[in-house]
């Protein structure tokens, strides 16, 4: 699997952004799609997740009503819809891929080069 993260930017507080992640090569409805973020200095850390055939999600709580992941099957690619973000959002962000389930970034793969998000207080 090949992934390739695009939508970053820069906003002002209170501003939305859409991430996009196109992903390539095999896929199998138990893989589930993360997004994480890496600010400097910072560890990457968990935003949100989508299970690729049900559609389930799970978020972190900071994003929790904010944001906003879903996955479009037939263009084989997973959004990060991020609404009133706050300077605290910014980060660098990456997609990855898991087996299962799971918020720690060691347990995913394939990671994208990542898209930098900006937000300007």
């Known amino acids: 699997v090949q992934l390739q993260a695009s939508g970053g930017g820069s906003v002002q507080a209170g501003g939305s952004l859409r991430l996009s992640c196109a992903r390539s090569g095999r896929t199998f409805s138990s893989h589930v799609m993360g997004w994480f973020r890496q600010a400097p200095g910072q560890e990457r850390e968990f935003v949100a997740a989508v299970r690729w055939g049900s559609g389930m999600s799970y978020y972190t709580d900071s994003v929790k009503g904010r944001f906003t992941i879903s996955r479009d099957r037939a263009e084989n690619t997973v959004y990060l819809e991020m609404n009133s973000l706050k300077p605290e959002d910014t980060a660098v962000y990456y997609c990855?891929?898991?087996?299962?389930?799971?918020?720690?970034?060691?347990?995913?793969?394939?990671w994208g080069q990542g898209t930098q998000v900006t937000v300007s207080s």
């Open positions: 990855a891929v898991a087996n299962s389930y799971s918020t720690t970034p060691d347990d995913y793969r394939s």
